[in-house]
């Protein structure tokens, strides 16, 4: 089984459907307002207000998710944004817009989100404030449910697509999992539930670690 089927099981086994279905109906809300808002515009460009107002009209419905995930409102570092982290069970999930054509914008907080997945670094290595990092077979992964922004010739009021992603621990540009969200609700589906090995949470992160380590030495 490849490196992302097994990442996709161990969420769903972890996580209820109904949880991300709940984000499914947050996004196209959010979507519809942030374009709603920027039809109040007369005199200076629209598509930019819309694009910004996405992300808080996306990260404000997150944060009423409170009764499945337990969200955080948490302040960008360095400050100036805030974001929001949910969480439950094992899992930690935040959100990003993708703009069409463009990368997801690999920034500071996502990052050291991304290096949350300790699992995946060295028990030496300093996180943050330099402290030691052990090993846990508690520590969480870290994914990211992506709506894809739409060209700007078309509607500009729903996403073009929803993704969920688990970046590698260091980069933002490099994913373990990409895969569409409706894809990946149909997996619930099709799981058997048959509990193999390939699926327990330290053979796993030592599964990502390896990959990762792989392709910095094809690099």
């Given amino acids: 089984m490849k490196t992302q089927d ?7 086994r972890q996580v209820p459907r109904a949880h991300f279905e ?4 947050v996004i196209p809300i ?3 307002k942030a374009y709603q808002a920027s039809q109040q515009l007369v005199h200076t460009p629209k598509i930019r207000k819309c694009a910004q107002d996405r992300y808080f009209f996306l990260q404000d419905g997150l944060a009423g998710l409170y009764a499945s995930w337990s969200p955080q ?8 944004e ?7 069970a094992n ?4 959100a990003a817009v993708k703009p069409w054509r463009k990368k997801v914008r690999p920034a500071k907080y996502r990052t050291n989100n991304a290096k949350l997945n300790r699992f995946l670094t060295a028990p030496q290595m300093s996180l943050l404030d330099d402290e030691e990092i052990v090993l846990r077979a508690e520590d969480v992964l870290n994914a990211v449910i992506i709506p894809l922004a739409p060209p700007y010739h078309m ?14 621990f260091n980069s933002c540009r490099d994913f373990h999992v990409w895969c569409d969200i409706g894809n990946f609700l149909q997996g619930y589906e099709s799981d058997n539930g048959d ?7 330290p053979m796993l992160r030592r599964r990502m670690r390896q990959d990762e380590d792989d392709q910095t030495n094809t690099e």
């Fill in 155 to 168: 509607d500009q009021s729903a996403p073009l697509g929803v993704v969920l992603a688990v970046p590698y």
């Fill in 91 to 94: 899992v930690r999930i935040t």
């Fill in 82 to 88: 805030f974001y929001t982290m949910m969480t439950a």
């Fill in 6 to 12: 097994q990442v996709l099981r161990y969420i769903r």
């Fill in 73 to 80: 409102v948490t302040s960008t570092n360095p400050p100036g």
């Fill in 195 to 201: 509990d193999s090995e390939d699926d327990v949470w």
């Fill in 30 to 32: 959010a979507f519809d």
């Fill in 22 to 25: 709940e984000i499914c109906g």
